[in-house]
């Protein structure tokens, strides 16, 4: 879970890679920078990571942004948008990759996805907390203090659920209520990973 065949971006990324919330924040990400309704927004599955984004254009024509699963790529326009610099890397060889594939995404294998889109709907502080008890589960695990896999979506879902029956706020958010429930998820996922048993894996 902590391993990536194509990319290197750190313990933490990785482990949200497997779970695919990754996807999930990159969708709630999308919303707020483009301002596109969460039904317009796809997660796809690419095993090759060539493709990042792709927009589909109201004539129903794409345009998508192609290279190396490399993160330099990214910094680098991060810090020089709206310009292209010239970087020595190796440029993109279609050829050599020779096959690109793409697949739709299974929910019930990844509940990540299904929490993030859920939270993205609900807005206001629902984000907040989906990000928090996701950061808070995500280090647990790699903590190694006995959280499952499975563990994972099963607590975020959990501080959802408790937030929504006790303190979401949608409207006129601030910055002190995004906090406050920032930490709260943070001490939900403690207290209830202490509750989690370890369960062997039978193989």
């Not at 309704?37 to 794409?62: F, L």
């Not at 943070?186 to 209830?192: A, D, I, Q, S």
Request: charged share 25%; proline share 5%.
């Amino acid at each position: 879970a902590t391993t990536h065949p194509n990319w290197d971006m750190g313990a933490k990324i990785t482990l949200d890679s497997a779970t695919m919330m990754n996807k999930g924040l990159e969708v709630i990400e999308a919303h707020y920078l483009f301002g596109a309704s969460y039904d317009d927004i796809d997660i796809v599955i690419h095993p090759q990571s060539i493709v990042h984004s792709m927009i589909e254009t109201q004539d129903t024509s794409c345009i998508a942004q192609l290279g190396w699963a490399d993160m330099r790529l990214p910094i680098v326009y991060s810090v020089s948008w709206p310009h292209r610099l010239k970087m020595p890397y190796k440029p993109l060889d279609l050829a050599q990759i020779g096959s690109l594939t793409f697949q739709k995404p299974d929910t019930e294998k990844y509940p990540c996805i299904s929490l993030a889109y859920e939270a993205g709907r609900m807005g206001g502080t629902m984000t907040a907390v989906l990000n928090a008890a996701n950061e808070a589960a995500n280090e647990m695990f790699r903590e190694d203090v006995g959280l499952g896999f499975l563990d994972i979506p099963t607590l975020i879902e959990g501080a959802m659920e408790g937030h929504r029956e006790n303190g979401f706020k949608k409207e006129d958010v601030t910055l002190e209520d995004i906090l406050s429930c920032d930490a709260w998820a943070r001490e939900y996922v403690k207290e209830k990973t202490k509750n989690v048993v370890k369960k062997p894996v039978v193989l």
